[in-house]
């Protein structure tokens, strides 16, 4: 099991801007006009952009890595219960919650926001064995798709599927790395 530094909560501030939010959409596809639009996203419910749920675990992977450095990340769960918006003053923790049965680390993820109420709330697992894939797999069944971009998911129906890939290069994970709050490494890429 990893070192749990006797289970001390790890704490960190975190405030995540509109830059961060557009980074992180050129990074995974997800330009939903709420995360990066903020003329449209006033006019919703939430009033401005928000921020990319993945985009706040990033942030929480980042101080994993931090703590528990070269450990595997091997199961993850999130929700997301409240937004979190540019700008707001984040906090992000990480509670040690005991050894899992594989002999990993169970971690209580969270994201707390100003006001109390959790922007993120999960429980991941460091080091121990990772879940048998569902798919032997996944890259070798994913045929070619000639259609470029994003443009044949529009005519989606009920039913359907569709699958899209994107291959990152070093850019990419120093990007990712950066939104994580990770410095690069030489010559490492680090294991999102």
Known sequence: MPQTLDHVRIAQACTLSQADFDAFAALSGDHNPIHVDPGF????PFGAT???GMLLFTRLRGLIAQHYPDQPLTHQTLMFPAPS???EAL???LQPQGESPDGGLVLRTEVHKPDGRLGLQGQCVVG???PAADEPD???AIEADPAPGLNRFLSLAAGDTARLVRQFDVADVRAWNA???QPARPGS???P
């Open 85 to 87: 918006y540019a700008e």
């Open 128 to 130: 121990g064995q990772a």
């Open 41 to 44: 996203a006033e006019s919703t």
């Open 50 to 52: 928000v921020s990319h």
């Open 179 to 181: 939104l994580a709050g």
């Open 91 to 93: 906090t992000l923790v």
């Open 138 to 140: 996944m890259l070798a």
């Open 189 to 191: 890429c680090p294991n």
